[in-house]
């Protein structure tokens, strides 16, 4: 569904992503870890066209993501991103805000999106706040709103930046029940985490990244429990 092949991405002078070469096959739940500024954030937004990358190549289901060209509007459609910190429009509901893609880019028609937008909500447990205000929901409330809003847009796979990050630690669990229910329900998922036991539990592989390269990486239970290399020990060691 996803795959790097050599990428490389600079700002400036420096950097960032230095040959990253991995896959994503539909229904994988791959989790992305390593120190702050690895390179997580940055190689997550050059999958939907958020950023421009320089060398190499990343596609998503046989077309190649290219900022340049006119179908990354159509990658940004299929995949979707849930970020730290919800980025909900404040002036809207719940349900506005989840109705807002599939409307206004999808030009759905707008009976079927209210639809569909309120078994979304429900199916994240939030049937009655669709008439809520970003700004009277708690954090994990917000995030909620924000996979379902992810979700509406009918995506192909799905990019988590550290979604529970910015949340009050009583309110993880909620999010994180929601993540482990789309991966039961074999969404395509690319999720930048420091939530080790998530990422044990839920996820296919694990990618270790570290100065914009991927370090090592291999099937979450084996490289989480018995990691091959100093740096991964090391990050290791200092999350759990
Ligand atoms: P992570 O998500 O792993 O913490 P990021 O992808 O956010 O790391 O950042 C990787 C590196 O790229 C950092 O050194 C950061 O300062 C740099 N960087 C990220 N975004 C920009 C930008 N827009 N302009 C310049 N440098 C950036
Ligand atoms: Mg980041």
């Known amino acids: 569904?996803?795959?790097?092949?050599?990428?490389h991405k600079s700002f400036g002078a420096h950097e960032v992503l230095k040959g990253i070469s991995a896959e994503i096959a539909k229904g994988q739940v791959v989790c992305l870890i390593g120190p702050s500024g690895s390179g997580k954030?940055?190689?997550?937004?050059?999958?939907?066209?958020?950023?421009?990358?320089?060398?190499g190549h990343i596609s998503v289901d046989g077309t190649v993501v290219d900022a340049a060209s006119s179908q990354v509007h159509a990658i940004c459609t299929r995949v979707s991103m849930v970020?730290?910190?919800?980025?909900?429009?404040?002036?809207r509901t719940s349900l506005e805000n989840v109705m807002e893609g599939p409307l206004y880019v999808l030009k759905e028609d707008r009976k079927q999106v209210r639809e569909r937008a309120l078994a979304l909500l429900n199916r994240v447990g939030l049937a009655d706040k669709t008439n809520a205000y970003p700004a009277s929901l708690s954090g994990g409330q917000q995030q909620r709103v924000?996979?379902?809003?992810?979700?509406?847009?009918?995506?192909?796979?799905?990019?988590?930046?550290?979604?529970?990050?910015a949340l009050d630690p009583e309110m993880v669990g909620e999010v994180l029940q929601v993540m482990r229910a789309l991966a039961d329900?074999?969404?395509?998922?690319?999720?930048?985490?420091?939530?080790?036991?998530?990422?044990?539990?839920?996820?296919?592989?694990?990618?270790?990244?570290?100065?914009?390269?991927?370090?090592?990486?291999?099937?979450?239970?084996?490289?989480?429990?018995?990691?091959?290399?100093?740096?991964?020990?090391?990050?290791l060691h200092r999350v759990m």
């Open 83 to 91: 970020f730290q910190r919800f980025n909900l429009f404040p002036h």
């Open 41 to 55: 954030s940055t190689l997550l937004r050059c999958v939907n066209g958020l950023e421009t990358y320089q060398r």
């Open 1 to 7: 569904m996803i795959i790097f092949d050599d990428v």
């Open 146 to 165: 924000a996979i379902a809003r992810a979700l509406a847009m009918r995506p192909q796979a799905i990019l988590f930046d550290e979604p529970t990050s």
């Open 185 to 235: 329900e074999n969404m395509t998922m690319l999720v930048v985490t420091h939530e080790i036991q998530f990422a044990r539990e839920v996820s296919d592989n694990v990618l270790f990244l570290d100065g914009g390269r991927i370090v090592e990486q291999g099937p979450a239970k084996e490289l989480l429990r018995h990691p091959k290399h100093e740096r991964t020990k090391d990050f």
